[in-house]
Antibody
């Protein structure tokens, strides 16, 4: 079964760039049926979709974050990555990666999540 | 404030039936976009419970069911068990915002 695992620094300074990687195991990131998404959740709050990427490099971003977000894919490593620039304390959250079904647009499975804190 | 509106909390005794509503608008649920439901246990990632309004992934018990009508959707849980105590989120697509959106979440307490 497919599993996803997030990795990256847990602490980022304000104004710097947050960088996370999601490693996919048990399946291929090149599968045409799926997109690959990033979603975040501030402590005690709800979920916010950040953006997604398709194997052909097609990306779609949340308009509220679009100016700061870049999602890329490394097919040889079966990984996709998130970069969020100019971070502030408001970007402190648990960041999840998730597989996205291309027909009904649901997210399954999810990675376990990684907490990123923005602080000096 | 979330685009999809859920009650902050619901509760029920073991064995009872509870429903969680998810209210949207004509640009998301009412536009015909599918609704999906997730369960989030404390300290864990969300887990898919219902996709495509009413479909259960393998391994999800049939005492959980989903429905959709107009601009709203519902998740029903029958035969409530202690292990059902968690946060529940609905999700859909909003065409006016061009984003995949989630409800604010509902905390289910088993009394």
């Amino acid at each position: 079964q497919v599993q996803l695992q997030e990795s990256g620094p847990g602490l980022v300074k304000p104004s710097q760039t947050l960088s996370l990687t999601c490693t996919v195991s048990g399946g291929s990131i090149s599968d045409d049926d799926y997109y690959w998404s990033w979603i975040r959740q501030p402590a005690g709050k709800g979920l916010e979709w950040i953006g997604r990427i398709y194997i052909r490099g097609i990306t779609t971003y949340n308009p509220s974050l679009k100016s700061r977000v870049t999602i890329s894919v490394a097919t040889s490593k079966n990984q996709f990555s998130l970069k969020l620039s100019s971070v502030t304390a408001a970007d402190t959250a648990v960041y999840y990666c998730a597989r996205t079904y291309s027909r009904s647009w649901h997210f399954d499975p999810w990675g376990q999540g990684t907490l990123v804190t923005v602080s000096s | 404030q979330s685009v999809l509106t859920q009650p902050p909390s619901v509760s029920g005794a073991p064995g009872q039936r509870v429903t969680i509503s998810c209210t949207g608008t004509s640009s998301n649920i009412g536009a015909g976009y599918d609704v999906h439901w997730y369960q989030q246990l404390p300290g864990t990632a969300p887990k898919l419970l219902i996709y495509g309004n009413s479909n259960r992934p393998s391994g999800v018990p049939d005492r959980l069911s989903g429905s959709k009508s107009g601009t709203s959707a519902s998740l029903a849980i029958t035969g409530l068990q202690a292990e059902d105590e968690a946060d529940y989120y609905c999700q859909s697509y909003d065409s006016s915002l061009s984003v995949w959106v989630f409800g604010g979440g509902t905390k289910l307490t088993v009394l």
